[in-house]
């Protein structure tokens, strides 16, 4: 098995634990991260910038994928920066004790409140998204006596073949300036004037769950062009480059995904030849995956209540969680492979549609999945829920978000608590 799994003794152990075990202990349902497989994502994607881009660039973990303070201190002591989409994740960078000037700061409709903490507290790039911000960005720094970094996020007009839910490098997309409108040159060129804001460099992050390499280098030559084009009518060569994330992961046997390395090797190859092509410096990179760094090192456990069969039509076999701890499948129709810890040895000769405990028909986990014959009070892991799982949770029908626990070499700890009653009703007047 992959990603941290085996089975001993009919059980299923992830990170070197009896995952039926992790269950008794903390309860469920439970979200369950494997610390090494967390680290050697970080590394690969920081040696392959060595191996091919003689050192000269940075991984970012976006940390929408999974943000929480102990996600912020290993991404820290891997050497990494961290890419973060709002003020409550800036907030929790800092509060984790990361360095301020390895935050990137996205999003496409950030407040003044936000760009206020940001810009106080020497985030180290605010990536702009639309005119106005250029403005607000640019008097905050002045009202703070600041000049700030920033990037300018282009759309390069790429689409990624990925789920349409997903794909952000096309023109009808909500994030970013428009490449072949020439909006990103009006853009760049205003940035540029702007006295407050040192514009070193662009950003793009053209989808998710990308399986090819194509595409990031198609990406790569465009934004070199773009980069040309700024130095050639301004004077100004920017000397940085961001091309995003949205490196592909295996969630099912219909997903192949490269070695992570192989995106920089193929990226970095591109990206010299345009530089050379151009007579342009080669800009120090940055990259910024998130599911691919903590997607596979997540595995969710729930324990198996109801069971129903609807003759010839299917069987429900409902868990303790559902759309409320993992929504991916209700927004996404996203599959996951799953099997029953406490028979992982069993075949899996039982055709189950997976459903959750919300009041809501299209909570489902998954359908038409394969695992060993149920019962009620099994435990079910749904392997790979680590990105996009626990960041996209919500208290709907006022459901206790679960626990988070870290396991190394067989050790578990807590690193997120499970939510109480007492906490849901916490903000209530
Ligand atoms: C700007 C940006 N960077 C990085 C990512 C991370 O993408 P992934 O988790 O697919 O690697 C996203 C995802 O939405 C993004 O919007």
New binding site residues.
């Given amino acids: 098995m992959e990603y941290g799994l085996a089975i001993k003794n009919n059980h299923l152990y992830f990170g070197g634990a009896d995952t039926v075990e992790l269950a008794k202990q903390y309860g469920t349902p439970l979200y369950v991260f494997d610390e090494q497989l967390i680290r050697n994502a970080c590394r690969d994607y920081k040696n392959s910038i060595d191996r091919y881009y003689d050192g000269n660039g940075m991984v ?1 973990y ?1 940390s ?2 999974f943000s929480c303070k102990e996600m912020y201190r290993l991404a820290n002591e891997e050497g990494i920066g961290v ?1 973060t ?1 709002s003020g409550g994740e800036i907030y929790t960078a800092l509060a984790a004790g990361f360095p301020a000037e390895n935050i990137f700061f ?1 999003g496409n409709n950030k407040t003044n409140d936000e760009l206020e903490l940001a810009i106080e507290k020497n985030i180290g790039h605010i ?1 702009i998204d639309d005119f106005d911000e250029i403005d607000r960005i640019n008097s905050i720094a002045e009202k703070l006596g600041k000049t700030v970094k920033v990037m300018l ?1 282009i759309k390069p007009g790429i689409d990624a073949h990925t789920h349409e839910f ?1 794909k ?1 490098g096309q023109n009808d997309c909500k ?1 970013g300036f428009t490449l072949e409108t020439g909006e990103a040159l009006e853009a760049a060129k205003k940035a540029i004037k702007a006295k407050n804001l040192n514009v070193t460099g662009f ?1 793009c ?1 053209i ?4 399986f090819s390499t194509e595409p990031f280098c198609l990406a790569a030559s465009v934004m070199a062009s773009f980069i040309a084009r700024i130095a050639n009518e301004t004077g100004h060569v920017v000397s940085e480059l961001n091309l ?5 992961i295996r969630y099912t046997d219909e997903d192949e995904p490269l070695p992570y390395a192989e995106f920089m090797q193929k990226v970095s190859a591109q990206l010299k030849y345009s530089c050379k092509e151009l007579s342009l410096p080669v800009p120090k990179v940055f990259i ?6 903590v ?1 596979p090192a997540g595995i969710t456990l729930y324990t198996v209540g109801s069971i129903k069969t609807i003759p010839n039509i299917r069987t429900y076999v409902s868990v303790d969680g559902g759309m409320s701890d993992n929504p991916r499948y209700a927004l996404y129709g996203a599959k996951y492979d799953m099997l029953i810890a406490n028979k992982a040895e069993q075949a899996n000769d039982f055709v189950a549609t997976v459903a959750g405990k919300c009041c809501e028909s299209g909570d489902l986990i998954g359908e038409n999945i394969k695992i060993a014959t149920p019962e009620t009070g099994d435990i079910l892991a749904v392997l790979a829920t680590g ?2 799982n626990y960041s996209m949770a919500s208290n709907y029908n006022r459901i206790p978000r679960p626990a988070a626990i870290m396991v190394k070499n067989g050790e578990s700890r807590v690193i997120i608590k499970r939510e109480t009653f007492e906490d849901l009703i916490s903000k209530d007047l």
């Fill in positions: 970012l976006a929408k994928a890419d989409v996205h990536v996020r997903i952000t994030f950003h992050h989808g998710s769950q990308i995003g994330g949205g490196f592909g910024e995956p998130g599911r691919s760094i997607g990105a996009y």
